[in-house]
């Protein structure tokens, strides 16, 4: 991992240091998984308070360490805001068809709950 200087730097795995098994893990819970669809859709930086999730500031914190430790997103600081990027290009790299698979999958899903009249899965 590259170094954290100073508290306003933040860790992130390189594109080498970043492996299947912890994305997947990323990718396996429902608020963190929202965070990545709204990140691919947007197709730009997104601010932590642009989320509106349904846990705790704490719980949502907890959300963007895991994504950013798995290599998933990028986070940096630009001024007081913390801004989020999808790191699609390493994870296309990486894991070719992955990310759109997963992101296809999750829509499908999305679209047969919406279709059912089904709540949507605990924390999504």
């Not at 509106?52 to 360490?65: E, I, Q």
């Not at 430790?69 to 068809?97: C, H, S």
């Amino acid at each position: 991992m590259t170094p954290a200087a100073s508290p306003r730097l933040l860790e992130h795995p390189t594109r080498e240091e970043i492996r299947l098994e912890p994305v997947l893990h990323a990718f396996s819970d429902a608020v963190r998984l929202r965070i990545v669809r709204e990140l691919a859709a947007a197709d730009t930086e997104l601010s932590c308070s642009y989320f509106v999730l349904p846990v705790t500031k704490s719980t949502t914190t907890h959300h963007f360490r895991v994504l950013r430790e798995a290599g998933v997103i990028q986070q940096e600081y630009r001024g007081t805001a913390k801004l989020n990027g999808l790191r699609r290009a390493d994870l296309d790299a990486l894991f070719p068809g992955l990310l759109d698979t997963v992101l296809a999958a999750s829509e499908a899903q999305s679209a047969r709950q919406d279709a059912d009249g089904a709540p949507e899965p605990a924390g999504a």
